[in-house]
């Protein structure tokens, strides 16, 4: 195996480890985190498919970068990035405000819709 696959066979390991953690233990996912989210098998391998996804267009914008092409053509392939990412956040989002903030409404928490006012504040600057 050559140095690239070593290296990219490093960075899926460390994904997977990153994202395995808080499944099965009480770590958080990242130092920053002090809540989880349970997922079904199904939602969680879905959102890693659509992030690997969009991680290889990067990477093809990287090599466009890399085989000096047009300008217009990588700016295209930056929109076709960023409308993966906006759809994976709608996605997230959705699957947010029907178990998390539904729960937590229901439960009489309200502090979950202060928390989305807060995320919406932040991502609709």
Do not use: T, W
Not at 10 to 37: I, Y
Not at 49 to 57: A, D, M, S, T
């Amino acid at each position: 195996m050559n140095s690239i696959d070593n290296n990219s066979m490093g960075k899926e390991k460390a994904m997977e480890k990153v994202m395995s953690m808080g499944k099965d233990n009480n770590e958080a996912c990242c130092p920053a985190c002090s809540k989880k989210k349970s997922r079904s098998e199904k939602e969680f391998k879905d959102l890693m498919n659509r992030l690997k996804r969009i991680e290889g267009q990067v990477r093809g914008v990287q090599n466009m970068l890399e085989n000096d092409a047009y300008c217009l053509d990588v700016i295209n392939q930056v929109s076709a990035i960023n409308s993966a990412l906006n759809s994976f956040n709608r996605l997230l989002l959705n699957k947010h405000l029907h178990s998390c903030v539904a729960e937590g409404i229901k439960s009489g928490d309200d502090d979950v819709i202060d928390e989305l006012d807060s995320l919406l504040q932040k991502i609709m600057k």
